[in-house]
């Protein structure tokens, strides 16, 4: 079983580490979240139950590099809120859905998760470089400004947030196919 562990690990390890470039390939990001949830075990594993719904989504141009590390930063935000309302990995929990809206023609995930929820002036700034409602030394304000440059300037998508404080966080990233 530990090998087992460790191969995983490492075989996520190779697929996040995935050398970055101003060339978009084509990416599976199916593939990209399920090497991100292994490498992030360690932040959610006692606080949060994982729930992925991954649709067979086709492979879209991409700078896989970059979409692993917005992905990275939403899940261990959504631990650390989780942590913050109390929650342990019988009562949080992380939801993780792929789908392809072909009318629209963009790729939708999205992550949701119970943890404490953001108010409405923390929503309108969580984008912006170095703000941060996490205490000193546990956060830097940097992974959502990355994210939404990621997401928005480098691949022309968007990145949405929808909170309710107490409830939860639902963070929706549209990319085009």
């Known amino acids: 079983q530990g090998i087992t562990t460790i191969s995983t690990i490492v075989g996520a390890m190779r697929n996040f580490a995935h050398p970055d470039s101003d060339l978009k390939e084509l990416g599976d990001i199916n593939r990209a979240i399920e090497s ?14 994982i729930e992925s719904h991954l649709e067979e989504v086709p492979l879209i141009p991409c700078l896989l590099g970059g979409l692993n590390q ?15 309302a109390g929650r342990d990995v019988d009562t949080g929990w992380i939801r993780i859905r792929t789908r392809a809206d ?21 929503q309108e700034r969580i984008f912006d470089p170095f703000f941060t409602t996490k205490e000193v030394g546990r956060g830097t ?26 409830h939860g966080t639902t963070f929706t990233i549209l990319l085009p196919l």
């Open 36 to 49: 991100t949830l292994a490498v992030a075990h360690s932040e959610y594993r006692y606080l949060a139950t």
């Open 70 to 84: 917005v992905f990275l930063n939403i899940i261990v935000n959504a631990a650390h809120a989780i942590a913050d």
């Open 102 to 122: 072909l009318d629209s023609g963009m790729l939708v995930i999205t992550f949701e998760d119970n943890g404490c929820g953001m108010d409405l002036d923390t």
């Open 141 to 166: 304000g940097q992974g959502l400004a990355i994210a939404r440059d990621i997401v928005v300037d480098k691949h022309g998508g968007q990145l949405m947030t929808d909170s309710i404080v107490g």
